[in-house]
Protein backbone atom coordinates (compact mmCIF):
# COMPACT_ATOMS: atom_id res chain seq x y z
CA UNK A 1 0.00 0.00 0.00
CA UNK A 2 1.07 3.45 -1.24
CA UNK A 3 2.26 5.32 2.13
CA UNK A 4 0.43 8.94 1.69
CA UNK A 5 1.76 12.35 3.65
CA UNK A 6 -0.56 15.11 3.65
CA UNK A 7 0.96 18.85 4.22
CA UNK A 8 -0.35 22.00 3.53
CA UNK A 9 2.17 23.01 1.37
CA UNK A 10 5.12 20.64 -0.53
CA UNK A 11 7.84 22.32 -1.52
CA UNK A 12 10.16 19.58 -4.06
CA UNK A 13 13.61 21.33 -3.93
CA UNK A 14 15.81 22.43 -1.62
CA UNK A 15 18.33 25.07 -3.80
CA UNK A 16 17.95 28.49 -2.11
CA UNK A 17 14.15 28.96 -3.62
CA UNK A 18 13.25 25.78 -2.11
CA UNK A 19 14.84 26.99 1.25
CA UNK A 20 13.63 30.58 1.28
CA UNK A 21 10.20 29.88 0.30
CA UNK A 22 10.27 27.29 3.60
CA UNK A 23 11.27 30.14 5.94
CA UNK A 24 8.91 32.29 4.80
CA UNK A 25 5.97 30.46 4.85
CA UNK A 26 4.00 31.11 7.92
CA UNK A 27 4.17 28.99 10.59
CA UNK A 28 0.57 27.59 10.58
CA UNK A 29 1.31 26.05 7.77
CA UNK A 30 2.66 22.32 7.92
CA UNK A 31 5.12 22.24 5.35
CA UNK A 32 7.10 19.61 3.51
CA UNK A 33 10.46 19.78 1.80
CA UNK A 34 11.91 17.12 -0.45
CA UNK A 35 15.60 17.13 -1.80
CA UNK A 36 16.16 14.03 -3.93
CA UNK A 37 19.85 14.06 -3.19
CA UNK A 38 21.79 15.33 -0.28
CA UNK A 39 19.46 18.37 0.90
CA UNK A 40 22.76 20.67 0.22
CA UNK A 41 24.01 18.79 -3.48
CA UNK A 42 22.31 21.27 -5.91
CA UNK A 43 23.67 24.35 -7.98
CA UNK A 44 22.53 27.12 -5.49
CA UNK A 45 26.10 25.35 -3.37
CA UNK A 46 28.27 25.79 -5.64
CA UNK A 47 27.51 29.29 -6.96
CA UNK A 48 30.62 31.12 -6.20
CA UNK A 49 30.47 34.46 -7.72
CA UNK A 50 27.47 36.25 -5.91
CA UNK A 51 23.83 38.04 -5.56
CA UNK A 52 23.43 41.36 -7.34
CA UNK A 53 22.06 44.43 -5.88
CA UNK A 54 22.18 47.93 -5.61
CA UNK A 55 24.08 48.66 -2.17
CA UNK A 56 26.17 51.85 -3.65
CA UNK A 57 25.51 55.41 -3.52
CA UNK A 58 27.00 55.53 -7.44
CA UNK A 59 24.49 52.51 -8.28
CA UNK A 60 21.02 52.97 -8.92
CA UNK A 61 17.77 50.88 -9.96
CA UNK A 62 17.21 52.23 -13.01
CA UNK A 63 21.21 50.94 -13.73
CA UNK A 64 20.26 47.76 -12.45
CA UNK A 65 17.44 47.07 -14.68
CA UNK A 66 18.89 49.10 -17.95
CA UNK A 67 21.90 46.55 -17.89
CA UNK A 68 19.75 43.67 -17.21
CA UNK A 69 17.50 44.40 -19.90
CA UNK A 70 20.44 45.12 -22.27
CA UNK A 71 21.85 41.61 -21.74
CA UNK A 72 18.47 39.95 -21.46
CA UNK A 73 19.10 40.88 -26.07
CA UNK A 74 15.19 42.01 -26.25
CA UNK A 75 13.00 39.69 -24.78
CA UNK A 76 13.56 40.96 -20.82
CA UNK A 77 10.25 41.58 -18.93
CA UNK A 78 10.76 45.23 -17.70
CA UNK A 79 8.41 44.79 -14.99
CA UNK A 80 9.47 41.49 -13.59
CA UNK A 81 12.62 42.55 -13.61
CA UNK A 82 12.46 45.97 -11.62
CA UNK A 83 9.91 43.89 -9.25
CA UNK A 84 13.55 41.86 -8.82
CA UNK A 85 15.96 44.83 -8.39
CA UNK A 86 13.99 47.09 -6.25
CA UNK A 87 13.77 43.94 -3.70
CA UNK A 88 17.32 43.50 -3.75
CA UNK A 89 18.41 45.31 -0.72
CA UNK A 90 15.51 43.91 1.00
CA UNK A 91 16.39 39.90 -0.41
CA UNK A 92 20.23 40.77 1.20
CA UNK A 93 18.85 41.98 4.56
CA UNK A 94 16.73 38.89 4.60
CA UNK A 95 20.10 36.87 4.28
CA UNK A 96 21.94 38.46 6.59
CA UNK A 97 19.04 38.06 9.09
CA UNK A 98 19.64 33.94 8.11
CA UNK A 99 23.27 34.82 9.32
CA UNK A 100 24.91 35.08 5.65
CA UNK A 101 28.10 37.24 6.05
CA UNK A 102 28.82 38.65 3.39
CA UNK A 103 32.26 40.07 2.56
CA UNK A 104 32.98 43.62 3.99
CA UNK A 105 35.84 46.30 2.88
CA UNK A 106 38.54 46.91 5.24
CA UNK A 107 36.44 49.75 6.86
CA UNK A 108 34.12 46.52 8.06
CA UNK A 109 31.06 48.32 7.19
CA UNK A 110 30.77 48.60 3.44
CA UNK A 111 30.09 45.83 1.36
CA UNK A 112 32.89 44.76 -0.71
CA UNK A 113 31.13 44.73 -4.29
CA UNK A 114 32.63 43.08 -7.57
CA UNK A 115 31.75 43.41 -11.07
CA UNK A 116 30.67 40.76 -13.50
CA UNK A 117 29.43 40.67 -16.97
CA UNK A 118 26.74 42.41 -18.48
CA UNK A 119 26.78 44.95 -15.14
CA UNK A 120 28.06 48.53 -15.64
CA UNK A 121 28.61 49.10 -11.70
CA UNK A 122 29.70 47.31 -9.16
CA UNK A 123 27.05 46.00 -7.18
CA UNK A 124 27.75 42.19 -6.74
CA UNK A 125 27.78 41.54 -2.97
CA UNK A 126 29.57 38.10 -2.11
CA UNK A 127 30.89 35.76 0.51
CA UNK A 128 34.98 35.63 -0.70
CA UNK A 129 34.16 33.07 -3.67
CA UNK A 130 31.80 30.49 -1.67
CA UNK A 131 28.37 32.78 -1.41
CA UNK A 132 25.81 29.56 -2.44
CA UNK A 133 27.96 27.36 -0.19
CA UNK A 134 27.28 30.37 3.07
CA UNK A 135 23.86 31.04 1.80
CA UNK A 136 22.69 27.65 1.70
CA UNK A 137 24.15 26.24 4.86
CA UNK A 138 22.60 29.60 6.84
CA UNK A 139 18.96 28.61 5.33
CA UNK A 140 19.28 25.00 5.98
CA UNK A 141 20.46 26.13 9.50
CA UNK A 142 17.26 28.13 9.48
CA UNK A 143 15.07 25.47 8.26
CA UNK A 144 16.08 22.66 10.79
CA UNK A 145 14.97 25.30 13.83
CA UNK A 146 11.39 25.57 12.49
CA UNK A 147 9.13 23.27 13.50
CA UNK A 148 6.10 23.27 10.69
CA UNK A 149 8.70 21.94 7.78
CA UNK A 150 9.89 18.45 7.80
CA UNK A 151 13.04 17.43 5.51
CA UNK A 152 12.87 14.47 2.91
CA UNK A 153 16.39 13.87 1.90
CA UNK A 154 16.81 11.51 -1.07
CA UNK A 155 13.18 11.62 -1.98
CA UNK A 156 12.44 12.13 -5.98
CA UNK A 157 9.57 13.40 -7.05
CA UNK A 158 8.03 11.29 -10.40
CA UNK A 159 5.32 13.11 -11.41
CA UNK A 160 2.53 15.87 -10.26
CA UNK A 161 -1.38 15.12 -9.15
CA UNK A 162 -2.77 16.78 -11.27
CA UNK A 163 -7.34 16.53 -11.75
CA UNK A 164 -8.48 19.37 -13.76
CA UNK A 165 -6.06 21.93 -14.09
CA UNK A 166 -5.40 21.98 -10.07
CA UNK A 167 -2.41 20.41 -8.32
CA UNK A 168 -2.69 18.33 -5.59
CA UNK A 169 0.99 17.38 -4.59
CA UNK A 170 2.86 14.79 -6.27
CA UNK A 171 4.11 11.02 -6.51
CA UNK A 172 7.36 10.40 -4.82
CA UNK A 173 10.07 7.75 -4.67
CA UNK A 174 11.74 7.41 -1.62
CA UNK A 175 14.90 6.59 -2.79
CA UNK A 176 16.00 5.10 1.11
CA UNK A 177 13.65 2.05 0.35
CA UNK A 178 12.49 2.33 -3.20
CA UNK A 179 8.79 2.38 -2.40
CA UNK A 180 6.44 5.29 -4.10
CA UNK A 181 4.97 7.63 -1.43
CA UNK A 182 2.14 10.15 -2.22
CA UNK A 183 2.45 13.59 -1.09
CA UNK A 184 -1.05 15.57 -1.43
CA UNK A 185 -0.97 19.08 -0.81
CA UNK A 186 -3.00 22.00 -0.79
CA UNK A 187 0.10 24.13 -2.81
CA UNK A 188 2.54 22.77 -4.60
CA UNK A 189 5.97 24.85 -4.97
CA UNK A 190 8.61 23.58 -8.31
CA UNK A 191 12.34 24.89 -6.86
CA UNK A 192 14.06 21.72 -8.68
CA UNK A 193 16.44 24.01 -10.52
CA UNK A 194 17.53 23.92 -14.39
CA UNK A 195 18.35 21.55 -17.19
CA UNK A 196 22.28 21.61 -17.70
CA UNK A 197 22.70 18.02 -17.16
CA UNK A 198 20.88 17.69 -20.70
CA UNK A 199 24.49 18.48 -22.06
CA UNK A 200 27.86 16.41 -22.10
CA UNK A 201 30.37 19.50 -20.12
CA UNK A 202 28.20 21.24 -17.72
CA UNK A 203 29.28 23.26 -14.62
CA UNK A 204 25.92 21.97 -12.86
CA UNK A 205 26.24 19.11 -10.15
CA UNK A 206 24.85 15.73 -11.21
CA UNK A 207 21.12 17.30 -10.33
CA UNK A 208 19.74 18.98 -12.69
CA UNK A 209 18.39 16.79 -14.65
CA UNK A 210 15.18 19.06 -15.77
CA UNK A 211 12.75 16.98 -13.04
CA UNK A 212 10.65 20.04 -12.45
CA UNK A 213 10.21 21.11 -15.84
CA UNK A 214 9.58 17.81 -17.37
CA UNK A 215 7.04 17.23 -14.51
CA UNK A 216 5.50 20.80 -15.55
CA UNK A 217 5.10 20.26 -18.86
CA UNK A 218 3.48 16.68 -18.55
CA UNK A 219 1.03 18.58 -16.08
CA UNK A 220 0.23 21.16 -19.28
CA UNK A 221 2.34 23.65 -17.99
CA UNK A 222 3.33 26.58 -20.39
CA UNK A 223 7.08 25.80 -20.76
CA UNK A 224 8.75 29.57 -22.45
CA UNK A 225 11.98 30.34 -24.25
CA UNK A 226 13.77 26.68 -23.21
CA UNK A 227 16.08 27.23 -26.25
CA UNK A 228 18.39 30.00 -24.10
CA UNK A 229 20.63 28.04 -21.92
CA UNK A 230 23.53 29.44 -21.05
CA UNK A 231 27.23 28.59 -21.29
CA UNK A 232 29.23 29.77 -18.49
CA UNK A 233 32.56 30.27 -20.66
CA UNK A 234 34.95 29.23 -17.87
CA UNK A 235 34.96 25.83 -16.44
CA UNK A 236 38.51 24.60 -15.30
CA UNK A 237 39.74 22.08 -18.00
CA UNK A 238 41.16 19.38 -16.00
CA UNK A 239 40.71 15.60 -16.29
CA UNK A 240 39.96 15.83 -12.92
CA UNK A 241 37.85 18.66 -11.97
CA UNK A 242 34.62 17.29 -13.04
CA UNK A 243 32.41 20.66 -13.06
CA UNK A 244 34.37 23.16 -10.95
CA UNK A 245 33.66 26.40 -12.17
CA UNK A 246 35.68 29.66 -12.56
CA UNK A 247 33.56 32.58 -10.92
CA UNK A 248 33.00 35.63 -13.50
CA UNK A 249 33.97 37.65 -10.52
CA UNK A 250 37.76 36.46 -11.29
CA UNK A 251 37.31 38.32 -14.67
CA UNK A 252 35.76 41.12 -13.14
CA UNK A 253 38.90 41.92 -11.46
CA UNK A 254 41.06 41.68 -13.74
CA UNK A 255 41.61 38.38 -15.09
CA UNK A 256 42.47 37.85 -18.99
CA UNK A 257 41.56 35.33 -21.36
CA UNK A 258 44.41 34.02 -23.51
CA UNK A 259 45.86 31.35 -25.71
CA UNK A 260 48.46 29.07 -24.52
CA UNK A 261 51.06 31.70 -26.50
CA UNK A 262 49.69 34.34 -24.20
CA UNK A 263 48.12 36.24 -26.60
CA UNK A 264 44.74 37.21 -25.56
CA UNK A 265 41.82 37.65 -27.96
CA UNK A 266 38.42 39.07 -26.09
CA UNK A 267 38.77 42.69 -27.84
CA UNK A 268 38.38 41.33 -31.35
CA UNK A 269 35.02 40.27 -30.38
CA UNK A 270 33.54 42.89 -27.79
CA UNK A 271 34.80 46.22 -26.83
CA UNK A 272 33.89 44.81 -22.56
CA UNK A 273 36.18 42.38 -24.17
CA UNK A 274 35.94 39.59 -20.91
CA UNK A 275 33.36 41.67 -19.40
CA UNK A 276 31.08 41.31 -22.24
CA UNK A 277 28.10 38.86 -21.22
CA UNK A 278 28.10 35.25 -20.92
CA UNK A 279 27.21 34.11 -24.41
CA UNK A 280 29.84 36.46 -26.61
CA UNK A 281 32.53 35.05 -24.57
CA UNK A 282 31.64 31.39 -24.81
CA UNK A 283 31.11 32.20 -28.35
CA UNK A 284 34.34 33.82 -28.60
CA UNK A 285 36.13 31.22 -26.94
CA UNK A 286 33.80 28.08 -29.03
CA UNK A 287 35.56 30.13 -31.76
CA UNK A 288 39.12 29.75 -30.90
CA UNK A 289 38.86 26.35 -29.38
CA UNK A 290 37.09 25.30 -32.56
CA UNK A 291 39.29 27.33 -35.43
CA UNK A 292 42.63 26.30 -33.95
CA UNK A 293 41.98 23.21 -32.42
CA UNK A 294 42.64 24.03 -29.49
CA UNK A 295 41.53 21.79 -26.46
CA UNK A 296 40.83 24.84 -23.71
CA UNK A 297 42.00 28.95 -23.67
CA UNK A 298 43.38 30.25 -20.59
CA UNK A 299 42.60 32.22 -17.90
CA UNK A 300 45.15 34.35 -16.67
CA UNK A 301 45.05 36.45 -12.89
CA UNK A 302 48.76 35.74 -12.30
CA UNK A 303 49.56 39.39 -12.57
CA UNK A 304 47.77 39.73 -9.08
CA UNK A 305 49.28 39.53 -5.94
CA UNK A 306 49.28 36.44 -4.60
CA UNK A 307 48.00 37.21 -1.17
CA UNK A 308 45.51 39.09 -2.82
CA UNK A 309 44.42 36.34 -4.69
CA UNK A 310 44.09 33.77 -2.15
CA UNK A 311 41.72 36.23 -0.05
CA UNK A 312 39.71 36.84 -2.52
CA UNK A 313 39.42 33.24 -4.42
CA UNK A 314 40.82 30.68 -1.58
CA UNK A 315 38.31 28.10 -3.39
CA UNK A 316 39.57 28.45 -6.48
CA UNK A 317 43.50 28.50 -5.30
CA UNK A 318 43.22 25.33 -3.45
CA UNK A 319 41.46 24.03 -6.08
CA UNK A 320 43.72 24.83 -8.62
CA UNK A 321 46.46 24.17 -6.49
CA UNK A 322 44.89 20.51 -5.70
CA UNK A 323 45.52 20.02 -9.33
CA UNK A 324 49.32 21.35 -9.66
CA UNK A 325 47.96 24.70 -10.58
CA UNK A 326 49.53 27.47 -8.92
CA UNK A 327 47.01 30.42 -10.71
CA UNK A 328 49.43 33.25 -8.63
CA UNK A 329 51.76 32.01 -11.17
CA UNK A 330 50.08 30.25 -14.42
CA UNK A 331 46.96 30.75 -15.74
CA UNK A 332 44.03 28.51 -15.20
CA UNK A 333 42.83 26.00 -18.58
CA UNK A 334 39.51 26.75 -19.01
CA UNK A 335 36.35 25.73 -21.27
CA UNK A 336 32.88 26.88 -21.89
CA UNK A 337 30.20 24.42 -20.29
CA UNK A 338 26.41 24.71 -20.14
CA UNK A 339 25.13 26.33 -16.70
CA UNK A 340 22.25 27.96 -16.46
CA UNK A 341 18.46 27.56 -17.83
CA UNK A 342 17.19 30.89 -18.77
CA UNK A 343 13.62 29.28 -19.86
CA UNK A 344 11.42 27.55 -18.07
CA UNK A 345 7.99 26.75 -16.24
CA UNK A 346 6.21 30.67 -17.16
CA UNK A 347 5.32 32.27 -13.98
CA UNK A 348 3.86 35.07 -12.57
CA UNK A 349 5.58 37.58 -9.90
CA UNK A 350 4.07 35.37 -7.46
CA UNK A 351 5.27 32.22 -8.86
CA UNK A 352 1.65 31.02 -9.45
CA UNK A 353 1.98 28.38 -13.13
CA UNK A 354 -1.17 28.00 -15.39
CA UNK A 355 -2.24 24.87 -12.74
CA UNK A 356 -4.14 26.10 -9.94
CA UNK A 357 -2.37 26.04 -6.40
CA UNK A 358 1.13 24.83 -8.20
CA UNK A 359 3.99 27.04 -8.65
CA UNK A 360 7.49 27.52 -9.76
CA UNK A 361 10.77 29.24 -8.49
CA UNK A 362 14.18 30.13 -8.90
CA UNK A 363 15.85 28.31 -12.10
CA UNK A 364 13.18 26.02 -12.99
CA UNK A 365 10.85 29.20 -13.72
CA UNK A 366 10.51 31.45 -16.19
CA UNK A 367 10.01 35.11 -14.59
CA UNK A 368 10.60 37.19 -17.82
CA UNK A 369 14.11 38.45 -15.74
CA UNK A 370 16.34 36.79 -18.03
CA UNK A 371 15.16 37.33 -21.28
CA UNK A 372 17.50 35.65 -24.18
CA UNK A 373 20.41 35.81 -21.80
CA UNK A 374 20.78 35.97 -17.46
CA UNK A 375 23.16 38.70 -16.32
CA UNK A 376 25.58 37.07 -13.76
CA UNK A 377 24.63 37.08 -10.12
CA UNK A 378 21.21 38.02 -11.22
CA UNK A 379 20.25 34.29 -10.32
CA UNK A 380 20.78 33.88 -6.69
CA UNK A 381 18.81 37.15 -6.76
CA UNK A 382 16.10 35.84 -8.67
CA UNK A 383 15.81 32.88 -6.43
CA UNK A 384 15.53 34.68 -2.91
CA UNK A 385 13.02 37.69 -4.01
CA UNK A 386 10.73 35.34 -5.85
CA UNK A 387 10.98 32.73 -3.04
CA UNK A 388 9.71 35.67 -0.93
CA UNK A 389 6.70 37.04 -2.89
CA UNK A 390 5.80 33.02 -3.52
CA UNK A 391 5.82 32.49 0.06
CA UNK A 392 4.23 35.98 0.66
CA UNK A 393 1.06 35.27 -1.59
CA UNK A 394 0.34 31.87 -0.08
CA UNK A 395 0.36 33.32 3.17
CA UNK A 396 -2.27 34.90 2.05
CA UNK A 397 -4.45 32.55 1.34
CA UNK A 398 -6.89 30.76 2.92
CA UNK A 399 -5.92 27.55 4.71
CA UNK A 400 -7.80 24.21 3.30
CA UNK A 401 -8.91 21.33 5.79
CA UNK A 402 -9.36 18.42 4.00
CA UNK A 403 -7.08 16.60 1.44
CA UNK A 404 -7.97 14.91 -1.97
CA UNK A 405 -7.52 11.58 -2.37
CA UNK A 406 -6.09 9.64 -5.19
CA UNK A 407 -5.16 6.16 -6.33
CA UNK A 408 -2.47 4.13 -5.02
CA UNK A 409 0.60 3.77 -7.15
CA UNK A 410 0.36 0.64 -8.69
CA UNK A 411 3.29 -0.96 -10.05
CA UNK A 412 1.61 -4.98 -10.28
CA UNK A 413 2.20 -4.85 -14.02
CA UNK A 414 6.04 -4.19 -14.19
CA UNK A 415 8.97 -6.00 -13.45
CA UNK A 416 12.66 -5.38 -12.14
CA UNK A 417 15.03 -4.52 -14.75
CA UNK A 418 17.42 -7.08 -16.23
CA UNK A 419 18.74 -4.38 -18.69
CA UNK A 420 19.72 -1.52 -16.75
CA UNK A 421 22.71 -0.60 -19.08
CA UNK A 422 20.07 0.64 -21.29
CA UNK A 423 19.53 3.56 -19.09
CA UNK A 424 23.02 4.47 -18.78
CA UNK A 425 23.46 4.13 -22.48
CA UNK A 426 20.76 6.38 -23.36
CA UNK A 427 21.49 9.04 -20.96
CA UNK A 428 25.33 9.41 -22.41
CA UNK A 429 23.58 9.20 -26.03
CA UNK A 430 21.41 12.31 -25.19
CA UNK A 431 23.96 14.04 -23.62
CA UNK A 432 26.59 13.96 -26.37
CA UNK A 433 23.51 14.43 -29.19
CA UNK A 434 22.59 17.92 -27.23
CA UNK A 435 26.35 18.94 -26.85
CA UNK A 436 27.62 18.05 -30.70
CA UNK A 437 24.41 19.69 -32.13
CA UNK A 438 22.18 21.91 -29.94
CA UNK A 439 25.24 23.77 -28.19
CA UNK A 440 27.17 26.91 -28.46
CA UNK A 441 26.76 27.66 -32.22
CA UNK A 442 23.76 25.63 -33.95
CA UNK A 443 22.27 25.30 -37.45
CA UNK A 444 18.93 23.89 -39.12
CA UNK A 445 20.24 20.80 -40.33
CA UNK A 446 21.87 20.01 -36.79
CA UNK A 447 18.79 20.59 -34.95
CA UNK A 448 16.67 18.37 -37.20
CA UNK A 449 19.24 15.47 -36.65
CA UNK A 450 19.16 16.22 -32.98
CA UNK A 451 15.11 16.15 -33.17
CA UNK A 452 14.73 13.07 -34.75
CA UNK A 453 17.11 10.83 -32.92
CA UNK A 454 15.12 12.16 -29.44
CA UNK A 455 12.31 11.58 -30.73
CA UNK A 456 13.20 8.06 -31.41
CA UNK A 457 14.86 7.94 -27.65
CA UNK A 458 11.38 9.34 -26.75
CA UNK A 459 9.94 6.05 -27.84
CA UNK A 460 12.54 3.56 -26.39
CA UNK A 461 12.25 5.38 -22.73
CA UNK A 462 8.86 5.38 -22.74
CA UNK A 463 8.72 1.72 -23.55
CA UNK A 464 11.15 1.34 -20.67
CA UNK A 465 9.59 3.02 -18.22
CA UNK A 466 5.80 0.85 -18.95
CA UNK A 467 7.82 -2.12 -18.40
CA UNK A 468 10.07 -1.87 -15.46
CA UNK A 469 10.04 -0.93 -12.09
CA UNK A 470 10.30 3.00 -11.12
CA UNK A 471 14.33 3.82 -10.03
CA UNK A 472 15.86 7.17 -9.55
CA UNK A 473 18.21 6.76 -12.81
CA UNK A 474 14.82 5.93 -14.78
CA UNK A 475 12.74 9.18 -13.49
CA UNK A 476 15.60 11.36 -14.07
CA UNK A 477 16.45 9.82 -17.94
CA UNK A 478 12.60 10.39 -18.38
CA UNK A 479 12.93 13.87 -16.99
CA UNK A 480 16.62 14.55 -18.99
CA UNK A 481 14.82 13.11 -22.65
CA UNK A 482 11.45 15.25 -22.06
CA UNK A 483 13.75 18.11 -21.52
CA UNK A 484 16.10 17.96 -24.32
CA UNK A 485 13.22 17.69 -26.64
CA UNK A 486 12.02 21.09 -25.13
CA UNK A 487 15.20 22.68 -25.94
CA UNK A 488 15.50 21.40 -29.74
CA UNK A 489 11.90 22.04 -30.32
CA UNK A 490 12.25 25.59 -28.90
CA UNK A 491 15.65 26.50 -30.64
CA UNK A 492 13.66 25.10 -34.15
CA UNK A 493 10.75 27.45 -33.74
CA UNK A 494 13.25 30.60 -33.25
CA UNK A 495 14.80 31.49 -36.82
CA UNK A 496 16.44 33.88 -35.66
CA UNK A 497 19.99 34.33 -33.67
CA UNK A 498 19.37 36.45 -30.38
CA UNK A 499 21.09 35.71 -27.02
CA UNK A 500 22.30 32.12 -25.97
CA UNK A 501 20.40 31.31 -29.24
CA UNK A 502 23.08 31.56 -31.99
CA UNK A 503 22.08 29.61 -35.20
CA UNK A 504 24.17 29.78 -38.41
CA UNK A 505 21.56 29.44 -40.81
CA UNK A 506 19.87 32.35 -39.13
CA UNK A 507 22.53 35.04 -38.03
CA UNK A 508 20.08 38.19 -38.12
CA UNK A 509 18.02 39.36 -35.63
CA UNK A 510 13.90 40.18 -35.95
CA UNK A 511 12.83 43.68 -35.39
CA UNK A 512 9.89 42.36 -33.53
CA UNK A 513 11.30 39.40 -30.93
CA UNK A 514 8.89 36.96 -28.97
CA UNK A 515 8.83 34.43 -26.25
CA UNK A 516 9.02 30.68 -27.33
CA UNK A 517 5.82 28.82 -25.89
CA UNK A 518 5.37 25.48 -25.99
CA UNK A 519 2.05 23.80 -24.21
CA UNK A 520 1.43 20.17 -24.12
CA UNK A 521 -1.87 19.40 -25.96
Not at 105 to 123: A, I, M, P, V, W
Not at 274 to 292: F, G, M, N, S
Not at 393 to 401: E, F, M, P
Request: charged content about 20%.
Amino acid sequence: MTKQHNFDVLIIGTGSAGLMSALQLSNNLNVALISKDKILEGCSYYAQGGISAVLDINDNFTTHVQDTLLTAAGLGDETAIRFMVENAPKAIASLEHSGVKFTKNKNKKNYHLTTEGGHSRRRVAHVADKTGQSIQTNLLKNVKEKSNITLFESYIAIDLLIKSYDCYGAYVLNKNTNQVESFISHKTIIATGGASKTYLYTSNPDTSTGDGIAMAYRAKCIITNMEFTQFHPTCLYHPHAKSFLITEALRGEGGKLILQNGKAFMHEFDNREELAPRDIVARAIDVQIKTHGFECVYLDISFKNKIWIKQHFPTIYKKCKSLGIDISKNAIPVVPAAHYTCGGVQTNLDGQTNINNLYAIGEVAHTGVHGANRMASNSLLECVVFAKSCANYINQQSKTLTYKKFSQWDASKVAPSKEKVVVSHLWDEIRRIMWNFVGIVRSNKRLKYAQYRLNQIQTEVNDYYKLYLISSNLIELRNLIQTAQLIVKSAIFRTESRGLHYNEDHPQQSNHPINTIIKKS
